[in-house]
């Protein structure tokens, strides 16, 4: 089973799955901003990263689906509400698609998350984009530049830091295949509990647009909202508004 860190001990279960750079701690920031009496939210590490660093596995878009719906097995979750920003919003498309979340998946929440159909990068892209398993100071160059580069240097060595305290070169250079590559939008679709898409205000990459495109089709009843004081990782960036946008969602 994923490692993960836990929060409050209220009714209402949230599972929050990370993005690509780093572990769970992407969300830290804004872990002070749920209400404990009313919310449990579990923040998993994927496997190569924080807690499950040493799990070994195929690292594929499925995988981090099927992991997160046994996690929510294990922890014998009947009821709960999945969240997902940026590589783990690709990985939750899937999991709220499959027959082990039907009648238990209460809700999804996508915050600038990368599109079931996964999202191609062209030659200049992956050139950039891969060579961030070697480098922490190209890490933090990509968060810099899906942050819309307003955040400074102080935000991209933050990244950088973190991402080399958390995740492995494996992971790093494997997952980026899988979201860049892997296209599970055949397998998405039939989820009709409520579905909140939001975007980053200053996310030059993961738009409006993308969504519209990619993501709103495959979840027709899904609602569409940018964060304007965000980019691509809104609970880094504004992680008391954030927090509150997943709290209403989930307790709606």
């Known amino acids: 089973m994923l490692g993960y860190t ?22 830290a ?7 404990p009496e009313r ?23 499925r995988e981090m689906g099927r992991d997160l719906l046994e996690l929510a097995d294990r922890l014998d979750f009947n009821a709960y509400h999945l969240v997902g920003n940026s590589m783990g919003g690709q990985a939750t498309q ?22 079931a159909h996964g999202f191609p990068l062209d030659e200049q892209g992956a050139a950039f984009f891969g060579a961030a398993a070697e480098s922490a100071e190209v890490r933090g160059q990509c968060a810099a530049a899906v942050t819309g580069g307003r955040l400074g240097a102080g935000f991209a060595r933050h990244v950088a ?4 305290q958390t995740a492995t070169k494996d992971a790093i250079k494997r997952y980026l295949s899988a979201w860049t590559q892997e296209d599970v939008s055949g397998e998405v679709g039939g989820f009709a509990g409520d579905v909140r898409v939001f ?10 647009a993308v969504m519209q495109q990619k993501v709103l089709p ?5 609602k569409l909202a940018s964060i304007e004081g965000a980019g691509h990782y809104p609970g880094l960036e504004s992680p008391a508004y954030t927090a509150a946008l997943i709290s209403a969602c989930a307790a709606e």
Request: glycine content about 8%.
């Open 6 to 27: 836990s929060i409050g001990h209220g009714s209402t279960r949230i599972i929050a799955a990370h993005t690509w750079l780093c572990d769970h701690q992407t969300y």
């Open 29 to 35: 920031p804004m872990m002070p901003f749920f209400d």
């Open 39 to 61: 919310f449990t939210v579990v923040f998993p590490d994927f496997r190569g990263y924080g807690k499950s660093r040493d799990m070994q596995g195929e690292f594929s878009i």
């Open 94 to 115: 899937w999991a709220a698609s499959q027959p082990q979340a039907k009648n238990r998946l209460q809700s999804l929440t996508l915050l600038c998350s990368v599109p």
């Open 161 to 164: 830091s973190l991402s080399t």
């Open 199 to 208: 975007v980053g205000g200053h996310d030059p990459v993961l738009t409006a």
């Open 218 to 222: 495959l979840f027709p009843q899904a």
